[in-house]
């Protein structure tokens, strides 16, 4: 089950990310801050989303530690999105529609994230430990 929901994961940083390269006007405006968007935050966008897609692929094109070393690095990236999203809301200086949307996005993906890697450390923790024989 928790594979299926990292697959889905990246399958979204993918399409949001690609989104986000080729149409970044489209994707603020999905965001709630197309009237804030100026020549900067396009590029910003475009930056975050080339960010996600490399994530998304990274993440679906690896196995075994490697994915979970792309799993890993992408839930710091959520972590990270979603406290700076959380410090949004508090100022109120980000539209609070276009903060709580992006922040509940970036949180959902955390959990997910962090839901995963404390169910790897549980299984890994439960495989039995065998010793070499010299």
Same mark, same amino acid.
């Given at each position: 089950?928790?594979?299926?929901?990292?697959?889905?994961?990246?399958?979204?940083?993918? /399409?949001? %990310?690609?989104? =986000?390269? #080729?149409?970044?006007?489209?994707?603020?405006?999905?965001? +709630?801050?197309?009237? $804030?968007?100026?020549?900067?935050?396009?590029?910003?966008?475009? /930056?975050? %989303?080339?960010? =996600?897609? #490399?994530?998304?692929?990274?993440?679906?094109?690896?196995? +075994?530690?490697?994915? $979970?070393k792309w799993q890993r690095l992408a839930?710091?990236?959520?972590?990270?999105?979603?406290? =700076?999203?959380?410090?949004?809301?508090?100022?109120?200086d980000v539209p609070r529609r276009s903060?709580?949307?992006?922040?509940?996005?970036?949180?959902?993906?955390?959990?997910?994230?962090?839901? =995963?890697?404390?169910?790897?450390?549980?299984?890994?923790?439960?495989?039995?430990?065998?010793?070499?024989?010299?």
């Amino acid at each position: 089950m928790q594979a299926k929901a990292l697959v889905a994961l990246a399958i979204g940083r993918i /399409v949001w %990310g690609v989104l =986000a390269l #080729v149409s970044p006007r489209l994707n603020t405006r999905l965001a +709630g801050v197309a009237e $804030r968007a100026t020549p900067e935050v396009h590029y910003l966008i475009r /930056v975050f %989303g080339s960010r =996600a897609t #490399v994530l998304g692929i990274g993440y679906l094109t690896s196995t +075994g530690a490697t994915r $979970r070393k792309w799993q890993r690095l992408a839930l710091g990236v959520d972590i990270c999105d979603t406290v =700076a999203g959380l410090g949004h809301l508090r100022r109120g200086d980000v539209p609070r529609r276009s903060a709580g949307l992006l922040t509940a996005i970036t949180g959902t993906y955390a959990l997910i994230g962090a839901k =995963a890697v404390l169910a790897d450390r549980a299984a890994s923790s439960a495989e039995p430990v065998t010793e070499a024989t010299d």
